[in-house]
């Protein structure tokens, strides 16, 4: 855990290693709040996915024996944290949260360390870095708003509904004797739980299906009741056709 700042939230998937009896009583007991994200549906999770990334394409280059990659954690989150990013107007993440860069491990072995700064230009920075990560962060939630309302289903299902599950992300209700290409694109129909979140919902999988029964409402297609009467009108204009 970093010594910059305590826990309040942790993200993370379903995995054993987070789902466990002993994490959850320790996060309870920190007061800390355990969110688990949505099967295949990063955007419940997407600062988490890309830091992971981030961290993999670091490790990747120094790692040899494939077994020591804890020891180059610390280093890591330093690198990350020093790093000037574009989202804060070229600030790094250090510099937005404590209000400079401190030392690297180099330069405290070398002594090559710049003059300590005190605390009124510290928080002075601290207030100037600050409005520029709201600017930065406001900027970004209008940018994102724009970009999701455009292909945002605006829909709301209740218990009781039948609706397919893409088989992209369950993939094991697809035919898998069928030829990837000429598989159908939903599997199902499914009926829905209950309601979890504006966006979430738990279906009633058989235990067959072995997947986590929690979806996110952009993987779901709900069942369309055919009309009463619609075969006979179909029968009659195939009867006039002919």
Not at 130 to 149: C, M, V
Not at 153 to 180: C, H, M, W, Y
Request: charged letters at 25%; aromatic letters at 10%; proline letters at 6%.
């Amino acid at each position: 855990m970093t010594s910059l700042l305590e826990l309040e939230h942790i993200i993370s998937d379903k995995g054993p290693q987070f789902a466990n009896t002993i994490l959850r009583n320790l996060t309870y007991s920190l007061g800390v709040t355990h969110n688990t994200s949505v099967t295949a549906h990063h955007q419940s999770n997407g600062k988490a996915e890309r830091y992971i990334k981030i961290f993999e394409d670091y490790l990747r280059c120094f790692i040899t024996t494939g077994q020591d990659w804890i020891k180059l954690v610390p280093l890591a989150e330093y690198v990350i944290n020093s790093t000037p990013s574009l989202a804060i107007a070229g600030k790094s993440p250090y510099e937005i949260d404590i209000g400079f860069v401190p030392p690297s491990p180099y330069s405290l072995i070398y002594g090559i360390c710049e003059e300590g700064r005190g605390s009124e230009e510290i928080w002075t920075l601290l207030e100037k870095y600050g409005k520029i990560a709201q600017d930065a962060l406001e900027s970004a939630f209008r940018r994102n708003k724009r970009y999701y309302n455009v292909s945002r289903i605006n829909q709301t299902l209740k218990p009781g509904d039948e609706v397919f599950i893409d088989t992209k992300v369950s993939p094991k209700g697809a035919n898998l004797e069928v030829v990837r290409s000429l598989r159908g694109k939903y599997s199902g129909p499914y009926k829905v739980l209950k309601q979890l979140s504006p966006v979430n919902y738990e279906l009633e999988l058989p235990p067959s299906a072995k997947v986590d029964p929690i979806f996110h409402i952009s993987q779901l297609k709900v069942k369309q009741a055919i009309p009463e009467g619609y075969f006979t009108v179909l029968r009659m204009i195939r009867l006039l056709k002919v």
